[in-house]
Each structure stands twice: as C-alpha cells, then as structure tokens.
C-alpha cells in the first residue's frame, strides 16, 4: 500500500472514491492475507487495480456528462485531441473566429512559462494560458497553479484525457469535446506529418519510445513498412481513452469506451467540420465577436484545411492491414458516426 498515497495525488481522488477502492480491496481478500502473506505478483496487482479504480474516479467525477447543458462559470470546456484529426484547425477557429483564451502547447513559448502563478501569453494573434496541457508535466503545473477552477481559460487542449482530469473537480468539472477521423486515413496523416516535421514536440502523445530510434526508423520507411512494423500505434483511441496504454485490449475495452463516450463525449468529426463546429458553438454558448458574415468567412477559412486525404481506395492491402490493427478504433469510430 505504500503508493496508495501516489495515485492519490495524480488523479484527485475524492475521500468517497478512495473508501469504495478500499472497500473493494476487502471484499478481494487482499487485506486479509497480512503482510507476509502477500507475494510480488499480489502487490503489483493491488497497484494496477488501485490505477484501474482511480481512471474511473477520474472520468466519472471529474468530467461532466454532456447530456448536461453547460454551466459558464462553473465547467470548462475540455479539447480531446486525437493525433491528425484536426486539432490544428479547432485551436485556430477557436482563436480567430471566437477569440476564446486557451490553454495549449503556445503556453510554453512565452516568457511567462515558468511562473508561479497564471497570466495571459498573447502570441500569434490569440489568447493563451501560460501553461502547456499537451503534456504531463505542463498538466502537473496546471494542478499546482489551479487552471481548472481559475475562470481564467475557456478551452484546454490536450491528448493525455486521464492525466488532464485532475485539473477538475466534481464542482469544476471538464467538459469533453473532440473531432473523430477515420483510423485509417488518420494513420496516413500521421506518417507523412512524422516524414515531414522534426519537431519532437507535436509528439508527446504519440508514441513513448525513445523519440530518436523512434522518429529516425520512419523516416527511412515506407508507409506500408510503417503500418506492418511495431512502430504503428495501434487502437490509440481506445488506448488513450481508457488510460490501458499497455493492455491487450477485449471487447470489454471497448464496451467501456462506447459508454465513457456516450455519457462524457461531445463528437464532432472532420468529415462533417462544418456541422461539428456549429455543434460544439452551440452546446458551450460562444459567441463570435464577428459580424456573421465575416464569421462565416473566418469558419470557412478553416473548413477548407481539412486533413491529408487518403490517397488509395478502400479494400486495398495497406488499408485492410490498417483496419485489422486498429480494430478497436474502428469501432469506436463507428459507434461515434
């Protein structure tokens, strides 16, 4: 038990969430063997349940459920990004066409990055946080300075949606909204933005080897070679919405993502942006400050940039080798159109 308090700490747990995993632990016999009865294998079991427990915390206590209208002032407004499904064009029409302040990667450019209490950074034409959700330690600093309950941002963008819960609580909720792309055009996406940009940190959430060997291999790969090696992420989707980076997913994996998304997800995807945006203006109120015309030109502007068209017809073997490797995104996605 002696990471409890760890687990703790990382994900906010509330003192009811932490009696129930107790409780559970009871039932499960594991206190009751004493603490020369238990052997490695039980305590890294305790651990991973103990993590399993807390995920669920997490995401049920501390994101609302959509189904909820959206309370200004009190939730915030919570970006899932997907790697290529379009993050780029939600942070640039939420900048340009709403002048929303946002908490992304920009908040890490500005002088104040280090600072030990939140301020506005104004850099390429938009309002930002000095802080960097997109990875964990920028998460970590969001905690301590108290971004989630500040009033301070409308928007946090961010890959790690776990990670990024314990910027809430049950009074300050997240709100989660996110653009869904096909799996396998989206794979595509990825592999030529990766032979086509060095820098390592659009990447945080992409893949936790070592980011050189990791970087360097795909640069001398095909994209049929890339989608048969180990380095292809398969089902990331499911992986980074149920935290089970490591697990060999079931459909019980997926069961449990279709409800998360159900009851926690606003979807919107990038084959349908344009409805997808009126979609996510219209459940958070935002408001252009625009007159509507050249609020339909700022929204077309970026309707227009959608992402890298799949260049092959579907049921060829790069696209059928894609399909089966991320066959729980497939699903999610189905679920989701």
């Not at 063997?33 to 052997?39: A, D, P």
């Not at 427990?53 to 009190?74: M, T």
């Amino acid at each position: 038990m002696k990471h409890f308090h760890c687990y703790v700490f990382i994900a906010s747990c509330t003192l009811s969430s932490i009696s129930i995993i107790l409780r559970k632990l009871y039932v499960s016999n594991w206190f009751m063997k004493g603490t020369h009865g238990v052997n490695h294998a039980d305590e890294r079991s305790v651990h991973r349940f103990l993590a399993t427990q807390v995920v669920a915390s997490v995401l049920e206590e501390n994101f609302g459920d959509v189904s909820e209208p959206f309370a200004k002032g009190r939730d915030t407004a919570f970006f899932w990004i997907i790697p290529k499904a379009d993050a780029d064009i939600m942070n640039g029409f939420l900048q340009k066409c709403l002048h929303l302040t946002q908490a992304t990667r920009v908040g890490s450019l500005g002088p104040s990055a280090q600072d030990e209490k939140l301020e506005l950074v104004y850099r390429e034409g938009g309002k930002y946080v000095n802080i960097d959700p997109t990875n964990v330690e920028g998460i970590q600093r969001g905690v301590q300075l108290g971004l989630g309950r500040s009033g301070i941002v409308d928007v946090i963008h961010s890959s790690f949606l776990h990670e990024a819960g314990s910027l809430f609580n049950r009074n300050n909720p997240g709100k989660i909204f996110t653009l869904f792309h096909h799996p396998v055009p989206r794979a595509f996406s990825i592999f030529c933005f990766i032979k086509h940009n060095t820098n390592r940190a659009y990447f945080p959430a992409f893949n936790s080897s070592g980011y050189d060997a990791f970087f360097g291999n795909i640069d001398r790969m095909t994209f049929e070679q890339y989608s048969k090696s180990n380095l292809f992420p398969e089902n990331w989707m499911t992986r980074f919405l149920l935290g089970e980076k490591d697990a060999i997913l079931t459909q019980r994996h997926v069961s449990d993502a279709k409800e998360i998304m159900r009851k926690k997800f606003l979807i919107g995807l990038t084959n349908r942006v344009d409805e997808s945006l009126d979609r996510f203006v219209s459940y958070f109120g935002w408001e252009s400050t625009q007159s509507a015309v050249e609020y339909i030109e700022c929204k077309k502007e970026f309707i227009t940039h959608v992402s890298t068209k799949w260049p092959a017809v579907e049921d060829s073997n790069i696209w059928n080798i894609i399909m089966e490797k991320n066959e729980k995104d497939i699903q999610l996605y189905a679920y989701a159109t």
